[in-house]
């Protein structure tokens, strides 16, 4: 597909089921935007999920409910390549390309093994987790990527593609683009409900602490109506003084297009509990045809395959060529047909 638009380039894993807040807001909101001014790729990486312990019938249907959420929160299989990772080979052979790049005291450094194999122990913890930001690298450099919309927790793995994308090309010559991470400051990380010290995350929050889109919206609004706020009730804007209130003002201005200061004036001198009523409310509006979209998807899952499909085939001709491209480069023997 020629396109004069620079590219786009991002993942998001099927491994907890239903989305939450946090990757709505951090990551999926700017997918669905960047779809109308950039030549957009944007994967469910399966290949990823299975770096932890899966079950495998739970893993094919939560990589068709992470295709069914990703359409349900407006991607359109005409205005962005949608597809799954592991229905393009490329991307575990340049991983492996990728692999043999990157030091292993590099790899060390990443902070997210660091955090995930202290949890699950080193013995547990597999070399696939260990390698899976050098996977992440491959998935980016074989579309040429320009930005990749992420949240801040994947930083790093950002600035890791770009150290390799700059050693292949220095040693091998010009071959990969050089990607720049595109991560939204007021959204880059939101906060656990009940923790704000933290972000939210499936691993790491607990039930009252994250919005799982797919919950009964009833279930959600609870939650945030019971969120932590700070002491004090003055409704402002003070990340350090105020995480809990700083947060629902975050995510109620990026729900609604309303500016922080504006929600300010407008709980000038009210509690917080208007606030997370009203913002309860917001919440339930935005994500009940986002449900109702999802569900459509998953009612069909002919057509979701069939976009799936269609999406694959297009992503196999970018990533073909550019691993066709780097192999040479390393001095592999071109195959004859
Ligand atoms: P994953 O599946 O953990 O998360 C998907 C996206 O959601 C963002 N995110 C958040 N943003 C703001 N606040 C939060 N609390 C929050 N929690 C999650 C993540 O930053 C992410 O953008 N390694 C990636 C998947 C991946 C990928 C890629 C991304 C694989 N290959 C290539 C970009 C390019 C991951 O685990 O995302």
Redesign the pocket.
């Known amino acids: 597909m020629a396109s004069d638009r620079p590219r786009v380039?991002?993942?998001?894993?099927?491994?907890?089921g239903s989305?939450?807040?946090?990757?709505?807001?951090?990551?999926?909101r700017q997918w669905v935007a960047m779809q109308e001014t950039h030549d957009a790729f944007y994967?469910v990486?399966d290949l990823?999920a299975i770096t932890v312990p899966q079950d495998p019938a739970e893993l094919r249907a939560n990589t068709r409910l992470a295709a069914a959420q990703l359409l349900g929160a407006g991607l359109d299989p005409d205005r962005c390549t949608l597809f799954v990772?592991s229905h393009v080979p490329e991307h575990a052979q340049l991983g492996w390309v990728m692999n043999c790049l990157t030091g292993f005291g590099e790899a060390s450094r990443m902070t997210?093994f660091k955090d995930k194999s202290a949890k699950q122990g080193a013995d547990r913890a597999t070399v696939g987790l260990f390698t899976?930001?050098i996977?992440?690298?491959a998935?980016?450099l074989l579309y040429q990527?320009n930005a990749?919309?992420?949240?801040?927790?994947?930083r790093q793995?950002?600035e890791l593609?770009r150290d390799l994308a700059e050693r292949f090309n220095g040693r091998y010559g010009q071959t990969f683009t050089v990607p720049a991470p595109y991560?939204v400051k007021e959204?880059?990380?939101?906060?656990?409900l009940q923790d704000p010290a933290i972000?939210?995350?499936?691993s790491a929050s607990a039930p009252k602490g994250i919005i799982n889109l797919l919950d009964e919206p009833k279930t959600s609004a609870k939650k945030i109506k019971s969120a932590v706020t700070d002491t004090g009730t003055e409704i402002r804007f003070d990340e350090t003084g105020k995480p809990g209130i700083s947060n629902l003002l975050t995510i109620y201005s990026t729900l609604t297009g309303a500016g922080v200061s504006e929600l300010e004036k407008k709980y000038e001198g009210k509690g917080y509990g208007a606030l997370k009523t009203d913002l309860a409310e917001v919440f339930v509006d935005w994500v009940t045809p986002f449900r109702a979209r999802t569900q459509e998807f998953l009612d069909d899952p002919e057509t979701l395959d069939s976009i799936l499909a269609k999406g694959a085939e297009k992503a196999r001709a970018v990533a073909a060529e550019t691993l066709a491209q780097a192999y040479d480069r390393v001095g592999f023997l071109p195959a004859k047909h």
């Open positions: 380039l991002s993942g998001i894993q099927p491994t907890a989305f939450h807040l946090g990757n709505y807001l951090g990551a999926v994967m990486v990823h990772q997210q899976y930001p996977l992440q690298i998935d980016i990527a990749v919309p992420v949240g801040e927790d994947q793995h950002i593609t991560i959204t880059a990380k939101i906060f656990d972000k939210m995350s499936k």
